[in-house]
């Protein structure tokens, strides 16, 4: 298991029932990059990786 498992798992648990829009996690990424630049490349790239994912390697 990998240390970023323990948020996920948390996530799921807390809010899994929820449903929520593309534009409401797009804002909640902003605010957080906005709040921890340092993760600003890992975030693009979740992003990236998210808006691409039903494209084929």
Known sequence: ???????IEELEDRR??????FS??????RDFV???PE???AIDR???HLARDDEED
Not at 16 to 21: D, P, S, Y
Not at 24 to 29: E, G, N
Request: aromatic residues 14%.
């Open 1 to 7: 298991m990998y240390h970023t498992d323990r948020g």
């Open 16 to 21: 899994g029932q929820e449903e929520f829009t």
């Open 24 to 29: 409401w996690l797009a804002m909640k990424l």
């Open 34 to 36: 906005d709040l921890h």
């Open 39 to 41: 993760f600003e490349t």
């Open 46 to 48: 979740l992003a990236t």
